[in-house]
């Protein structure tokens, strides 16, 4: 999952927004530097992220990619779901434009950022507004760009998004059993049960 599906994911784990971000940056051990809350956010993100990878839907759909782009199938799979969340967000509770403001001011939290990453946090109404531009399918393009400038092989990651409009039907139909999972996961882990889910 990315950063929506995440934010989505601790706020219904009722753990700190920063970790569902943080979770993508920090590195190495949990080791108690952190406030308690923080780190348990932060180790939810990687449970969600071992919990996506072994889910039978994701390890299907990952199988349907090429011999050289399955690398890289997990972060192009990681952004149509978060395309799928963004275009079946329902307007109640809360809209995805409030959602998106509010996960992002919560998000950076300055101090947290420091401690934990040892750099400014970003910007809340530019990531309030990567998050809204996950509806669209300029947001999707724009996103894989931008991930692809971080990796050595930008290409690679480019070749395995290409055609991705075409994968968005199943992912559509399999989306909502996936979250639903992914859910469960996460609640099972904030009551303390880590080994909840798929």
Partial sequence: MNFLAHLWLTERAGLPLAGAVLGDILR??????????????????????????AHPQVVLARAGFGNGQRRYA?????????????????????ALDAF?????????????WQLAANRPAPDAARFAALLRSY?????????????STRLSKPHLLLDAAAGWRSRMPTIR?????????????????AAGTPQGGV
């Fill in 74 to 94: 997990g972060i192009v799979l990681d952004m149509l779901h978060d395309h799928a969340l963004a275009q079946a967000w329902p307007e109640q509770p809360e």
């Fill in 100 to 112: 998106a403001l509010r996960a992002a001011r919560a998000v950076v939290d300055p101090g947290a």
């Fill in 28 to 53: 190495g051990r949990l080791d108690g530097r952190l406030p308690p809350l923080l780190e348990r956010s932060i180790a939810l993100h990687r449970r969600i992220d071992v919990v996506t990878d």
């Fill in 173 to 189: 139909a399999e989306h909502p059993l996936l979250m639903a999972d992914l859910e469960a996961a996460a609640l099972a882990f």
């Fill in 135 to 147: 509806r669209e399918e300029a947001g999707i393009d724009d996103a894989l760009a931008r991930i």
